[in-house]
């Protein structure tokens, strides 16, 4: 994940506290942070939106604006809106096991420009299915995230031949991810509340009322009102994922959840309508980067 580049510029320490090296590209720019030592109420903000990753340790962030205190750790993103403030917490930082995270701040004309493209190419009565909503993003991120977030590390460092082209898609993809998790909330969050009703909302929310269950692709086409070679079109343009997958994320969200509630881990298997905790632990570990037990063990 890290480069000689990198590396070299990381050894470089000038504070203890959020130690910072920057990467720029044209809409962009990656920075890594590392702190050495326990810290608490360290502030942060940035004009742009700014994209966190947790790579090692844990901080705990707290944002006035909406009252959100919470930890985040490794294998989850942070998105704080342009000018929105927070104050961090580092309990587990070390000399030994520094806690180091990524941030990529991204201009609002970038994310603008990756919204009315996919806005083009979703071919459903509502134009602005994609926009962006500045406010507070946290939340658990799949494999593939994780996988962009290193290669962005290498991309940035590393003055590789056709280093701004493969910035840019790399980029590109990150906001679209950014964007589609947005959707997927706000439809959700509408349906709760009965302000809005669409056809793919309302199959999220069915999803998300039979999680234990096998899902018909048929139901959800009823659902949605749409054929089936239509639904699925739509469906993964606009969260990124099929329906199965879709289910398969929400699944382990409420996995880890529960774990960390004590529950035990064959429980939570069977509960959440997996047939075998071998399959289980692998899908879990994949997502996540700890086990099960892990999970359990930690709390």
């Excluded at 990656?30 to 903000?45: G, R």
Aim: with cysteine.
């Amino acid at each position: 994940m890290t480069t000689s580049v990198l590396t070299q510029k990381r050894q470089r320490i000038n504070v203890l506290v959020e130690n910072k090296v920057s990467f720029a590209g044209e809409h962009a720019e990656l920075s890594i942070y590392d702190t050495y030592q326990d810290a608490q109420q360290v502030a942060l903000h940035s004009s742009e939106l700014l994209f966190c990753g947790m790579l090692t340790g844990k901080k705990v962030m707290h944002v006035a604006d909406c009252q959100y205190h919470s930890a985040f750790l490794p294998h989850q993103s942070f998105v704080l809106a342009p000018g929105q403030k927070v104050l961090i917490d580092f309990p587990e930082a070390s000399l030994q096991q520094p806690t180091t995270c990524l941030a990529i701040e991204i201009s609002t004309d970038k994310i603008r420009n990756v919204a009315d493209a996919l806005n083009f190419k979703q071919e459903i009565s509502h134009s602005d299915f994609f926009h962006y909503v500045p406010k507070l993003v946290h939340g658990q991120h799949n494999s593939q995230t994780q996988q962009l977030l290193e290669k962005m590390i290498t991309l940035f460092s590393e003055n590789e031949q056709h280093r701004d082209y493969l910035i840019e898609l790399s980029l590109n993809e990150l906001i679209t991810r950014l964007l589609q998790q947005q959707s997927r909330e706000l439809l959700l969050a509408s349906c709760k509340q009965n302000n809005q009703t669409t056809p793919l909302g309302n199959v999220l929310n069915y999803i998300e009322q039979h999680l234990s269950e096998d899902i018909q692709i048929e139901t959800l086409c009823k659902i949605a009102c749409m054929s089936r070679s239509k639904f699925y079109q739509q469906f993964k343009l606009a969260f990124g994922v099929t329906p199965a997958q879709w289910q398969q994320q929400l699944r382990l969200q409420q996995a880890y959840r529960l774990l960390q509630t004590g529950e035990r881990i064959s429980q939570v298997c069977y509960q959440l309508g997996f047939n075998n905790p071998s399959h289980f632990s692998r899908v879990f570990k994949q997502t996540f980067g700890a086990a099960p037990i892990h999970i359990a063990k930690a709390n």
